[in-house]
């Protein structure tokens, strides 16, 4: 209102000065109306000119937001108002922009994979797991097809059956055989006809499940055969009229039964227990003399009941008198003691009588310690070595069950060494023997043998 006033305040004055300007020459009624027109001229070349000024101003605004030209009445209160809008706006843009780098962060921390989809299915953006899961380029790839990238056929069927209630689980066009990818892909609409493809990566949860399914028969399997020998047995011994010396027998064999039932109850049970305890610290340090000397003793006292007296089998020991100066190694014990045990073990049940069985515990440059048990058995193929420690397998099943084992030795020895930070190493070749080589970690060893001392 202010701004309007001034602008007839400013016109009336400009007609009243041409008026009386043209009067002092003539004082007549059309000298008088000349001068209001030059006045009235005058006001409209000089708002005119101002108007070109904020007009200017409007047009540079999107090259270069300078502030508004410095003007008066009405263009200047324009100005002002035109430039509260503007920075209004930017700063309504900033937050906006703000915002959407905060989600778009946020979906790019996302452990799922995110595919922005417009309604011709054309890809409009997405974040790194999702270039991750399906092999995409985040720049070279908007606004392609997402059919175009992603042809597995049941992926491709269920985009156009437009029925998104399911997930459609679907291999990645990254997978191979060496990294398999499986993924749970989700398409969920939203807006007009867009879709945001959600995947993710479930390979682990199918191993898993995989491994469950075969868990479960192998321990099936390794209980029923122990079972029908039991109830065989124990039908013959219903029916049939035994001699004591027969029904002796009978009751042997199966108390032999029983007892690879209860080995293997007890491994499974060890098993879990492995999987379901936090791994040792480094507080309790056990010395290394004390772990070998227990091993030995329970090694002898297997292999002379293994090959007897006929053909001895030449156990190989570090020497008693240089055990006291092996030093310690941090972790827990019992643990220790069972994992090294078998495989020390392991090599007295396949090494023949009259075979060598040799176990060493020494320093290596870099610090750490290294176990090893090395024997003369009949070696293991190359396709065995990288399953050995998988649960129930064996190089030899008949004469694993011989000799008493329940399949998961080897696992046990495996999850206990994963427990202490340590790697297993299998070096054999057939009829070349086999050897075991455990490796600690520097941290977890302390003493002369970790200063570099000799091997024992």
């Known amino acids: 209102m202010y701004s309007m006033l001034f602008r007839l305040t400013v016109l009336f004055l400009l007609m009243g000065a041409g008026a009386g300007f043209a009067s002092l ?52 209160e324009a100005a002002q108002r035109v430039s509260r809008l503007l920075r209004k706006q930017a700063r309504l843009t900033r937050e906006s922009e703000a915002r959407l780098e905060n989600l778009q ?17 054309h890809i409009e953006w997405c974040n790194q797991m999702a270039c991750r899961h399906f092999g995409l380029d985040a720049r070279r790839d908007i606004a392609q097809s997402v059919t175009h990238l992603l042809r597995d056929p049941a992926f491709v069927a269920h985009l156009a059956a437009r029925d998104f209630e399911q997930a459609v689980i679907m291999t990645s066009p990254v997978s191979s055989e060496a990294h398999p990818l499986r993924l749970s892909v989700r398409l969920c609409p939203y807006g007009q006809g867009r879709l945001l493809l959600i995947s993710q990566d479930i390979t682990v949860f199918e191993q898993a499940e ?50 690879h039932m209860r080995r293997l109850v007890d491994d499974l049970l060890m098993l879990s227990r492995l999987e379901g305890s936090p791994p040792p610290g480094l507080e309790d340090w056990t010395p290394i003399a004390v772990v070998l000397a227990q091993i030995e003793a329970d090694a002898r006292a297997l292999s002379a009941l293994t090959t007897g007296a006929s053909a001895p089998q030449r156990l190989v ?24 045990s078998n ?16 176990i ?9 310690a290294c176990f090893s048990v090395r024997d003369s058995g009949p070696g293991i193929a190359p396709e065995h070595l990288p399953r050995l420690t998988e649960r129930f397998y064996r190089v030899d099943s008949a004469f694993s069950r011989a000799t008493g084992g329940t399949g998961l030795g080897l696992s046990i020895v495996k999850h206990v060494l994963q427990r202490h930070e340590a790697t297993l190493t299998v070096d054999s070749a057939p009829g070349q023997g086999a050897c075991f080589m455990v490796t600690f970690p520097a941290y977890r060893v302390r003493g002369e043998i970790a200063a570099g001392g000799a091997g024992m």
Do not use: C
Not at 343 to 358: C, F, K, M, Q, S
């Open 25 to 76: 020459f003539k004082h007549t009624i059309p000298s008088v109306a000349l001068g209001v027109a030059l006045g009235s001229g005058l006001w409209l070349v000089w708002d005119t000119w101002r108007f070109l000024r904020f007009l200017d101003w409007l047009r540079r605004l999107h090259e270069t937001p300078d502030a508004p030209p410095r003007l008066s009445g009405l263009w200047r």
């Open 105 to 121: 962060a946020g979906l790019q921390a996302s452990p799922n994979g995110v595919i922005v989809l417009d309604e011709h299915t």
């Open 343 to 358: 495989l020390v073990n392991n090599a007295i049940r396949y090494t023949p009588p009259g075979g060598d069985i040799e």
């Open 210 to 259: 995989a491994m469950q399914r075969d868990f479960v028969a192998n321990v099936s399997h390794e209980i029923r055969t122990p079972l029908t020998v039991l109830a065989g047995f124990v039908e013959t011994m219903q029916t049939l009229a035994l001699s004591e010396d027969e029904h002796r027998e009978y009751l042997d064999r199966m108390a032999q039964q029983a007892g």
């Open 317 to 340: 020991f570090p020497a008693a008198a240089a055990l006291p100066q092996a030093g310690e190694i941090a972790g827990a014990a019992t643990e220790l003691q069972s994992a090294l």
């Open 360 to 368: 060493r515990w020494e320093a290596q440059p870099d610090g750490t």
